[in-house]
């Protein structure tokens, strides 16, 4: 071992048993029972208010299905125990075992590979990005989504600017993927899955009815497509059709390739608009049909059909004094600083409209307006 080698490891031992010292170990003791003893207060206090917030949720829906009218009592009206106490002291003592390293999120490539190993599938991606543009607004269109809808979301999911390949995370050089979310209403993998499981049918038909309609080379590639999707259809309907089994199977190497459809041209489209559709019709089923205003559709697609109708069908009087936490999970909730910030419904509608205002004089979201 050369001189200045071992005088870092001469330094580097030193330092570790410096961090160890008996009097180091009992201040770090002592800050950890502090903590434990303020934090186990809190963690009591969050579960009760928690607890409270599920028991609230399940007395509405069951109101609901009797038809009962739902009350400003019928939500939690206080906001959430924030923890105020010490932080958590660093433990001295170097780790008995060093931290296994996090997977990395599938990123396109990944999407690409797998589609192609497993299914035999590379997605027709558009020659410009007006392409992909156009077949969306045109699929909207024809489901019935308004161009306010579509644009003004597009500007609150992907920026007012995002690419039909965008991934959450990858928006600009340099980023680091944070979920598997793609695409102008940044679908996860597991709502792909969910989305081919549940309306399959619908994509097929579609599929076939362009075939139909093309000559040619064109005919012949579209009838391949189907022959292929029919089977990735199948795969999807594999587990119960229940978000937990979507997102077990969204992991697999076959469940990772099933979301390359959102970058092919012809199924892309039509996954995206299914995805805001899908709020839409639960909407109109329990009887709510009122057209939804772009930030009341966004509010169903970013925090679930149940979650985001409570929140749309609620009075404006009420909007403006029921937190936000009633309509998440606390783990969600925690991680969420805008729903944290605009606490009560009134404010996350006004925050979700004013990001969607600030991004919509954007050029993607001008093209897609174009578009339609």
């Not at 809190?42 to 009350?71: H, L, M, P, Q």
């Not at 609150?156 to 990858?170: M, P, R, T």
């Not at 499981?197 to 619908?202: P, S």
């Not at 009420?318 to 419904?345: C, D, H, K, L």
Request: hydrophobic letters at 40%.
């Amino acid at each position: 071992m050369g001189g200045m080698a071992a005088a870092a490891m001469a330094l580097t031992l030193s330092s570790v048993a410096l961090a160890q010292t008996p009097q180091q170990i009992a201040e770090y003791r002592r800050k950890l029972a502090e903590y434990t003893a303020v934090r186990q207060q809190f963690d009591e206090e969050a579960s009760a208010y928690w607890s409270a917030i599920s028991d609230k949720r399940r007395a509405r829906n069951a109101k609901r299905r009797n038809g009962e009218t739902i009350v400003a009592e019928d939500y939690v009206l206080t906001q959430p125990p924030v923890y105020s106490g010490p932080p958590k002291p660093v433990d001295p003592a170097p780790p008995s075992t060093p931290p296994t390293p996090r997977k990395p999120l599938p990123v396109i490539a990944d999407f690409l590979s797998n589609a192609q190993e497993h299914f035999q599938f590379t997605p027709r991606k558009p020659a410009t990005e007006i392409e992909y543009k156009r077949a969306y607004a045109k699929v909207a269109s024809s489901f019935g989504l308004t161009k306010d809808q579509a644009v003004r979301i597009y500007s609150f999911e992907s920026g007012g600017n995002g690419k039909y390949d965008v991934q959450a995370g990858l928006e600009g050089s340099g980023g680091r993927a944070i979920s598997t979310a793609l695409g102008y209403n940044q679908l996860l993998t597991t709502n792909t899955i969910d989305l081919l499981a549940e309306h399959g049918g619908i994509i097929l038909k579609a599929l076939r009815d362009k075939a139909h309609e093309a000559l040619g080379p064109q005919k012949a590639a579209l009838e391949r497509k189907t022959a292929i999707v029919q089977p990735v259809i199948a795969f999807c309907k594999t587990v119960p059709n229940e978000w937990g089994a979507h997102e077990k199977l969204g992991v697999t190497p076959r469940g990772i390739a099933v979301h390359a459809l959102n970058l092919d041209v012809d199924v892309g489209p039509l996954l995206q608009t299914l995805k805001l559709m899908d709020s839409v019709n639960f909407a109109r089923r329990k009887g709510y049909m009122t057209p939804l205003s772009a930030a009341e559709l966004e509010m169903m697609n970013l925090t679930g059909d149940g979650n985001g109708f409570d929140m749309v069908s609620m009075p404006q009087a009420m909007r403006t004094i029921v937190p936000t936490s009633n309509f998440f999970q606390r783990n969600g909730y925690e991680r969420n600083p805008v729903a944290i910030r605009n606490n009560v419904v009134s404010k996350l509608l006004a925050a979700t409209n004013a990001r969607m205002d600030n991004q919509i004089g954007l050029q993607g979201a001008k093209d897609l307006a174009a578009a339609f």
